[in-house]
């Protein structure tokens, strides 16, 4: 995958470069808007990471410049802007996703991956852990050779778990990619959906696949709990 960072802030951006790069993908970086923007006109580039705040065309007015010359590349904007016109106006003018500064670099992967999948669709093989199977092409789910009935949301979740085993997903990032961000993330929702989650692929067979992680969200174990 290749990333262009559209990033002024030249510690961030090296930053950025060298951990994409250790990701395995070519990463390159420009440092204002004007620059970033001859880089998108040669083509070449599969993802775009674009800050909000630059020097010369602010990332809203870049990112409508790209989109008025008919460019599709998938857009994650950087933001330290947290009110909620603020990521309203970034949608509207063309981001597929935003990520408020300051972010966690596991969360900005994975948001990159999102987009560069829902950009160049392909068949998904189904994901394992353990006897644990989740088929994403089929949202169907097995525990060995029994299949669980889970509802929409429920699947949603364990899909993303699935995606990040291993690692920790905070419950923000579960509101944002499951509830699109419109719940309260003081309420028990979220909970309520845990529970019945491994009430149905952990609790009838003696799992503990879903672990709570205090002050961090939730891990799903890649061996299947």
């Keep these: 995958m290749r990333v262009l960072v559209i990033e002024d802030e030249r510690r961030l951006a090296a930053l950025l470069v060298q951990v994409l790069t250790e990701e395995g993908w070519t990463a390159t970086a420009a440092h204002d808007g004007a620059s970033g923007l001859d880089a998108l006109r040669t083509g070449g580039v599969d993802v775009v990471v674009l800050d909000w705040m630059l020097p010369d065309l602010a990332g809203p007015t870049v990112l409508q410049a790209l989109r008025a010359e008919g460019h599709a590349v998938p857009v994650l904007m950087l933001t330290a802007r947290t009110a909620l016109e603020d990521r309203v106006t970034a949608l509207d003018v063309g981001a597929d996703d935003h990520l408020a500064k300051p972010f966690e670099v596991a969360e900005l992967l994975a948001r990159l991956r999102a987009l560069h999948r829902r950009a160049n669709p392909t068949v998904v093989a189904a994901h394992r852990a353990g006897d644990l199977v989740v088929d994403p092409q089929t949202r169907r789910v097995f525990r060995g050779p029994t299949e669980v009935m889970l509802t929409a949301r429920e699947f949603d979740i364990l899909a993303l778990l699935m995606d ?12 944002e990619e499951v509830w699109d961000g419109d719940t309260d993330i003081s309420s028990n929702v979220i909970d309520v959906h845990m529970g019945r989650l491994r009430g149905k692929i952990d609790g009838p067979f003696g799992r503990n696949a879903i672990q709570t992680l205090r002050g961090a969200g939730y891990r799903l174990d890649p061996a299947g709990g």
């Design 164 to 175: 990040e085993a291993g690692h920790a997903v905070s419950r923000y990032r579960i509101l």
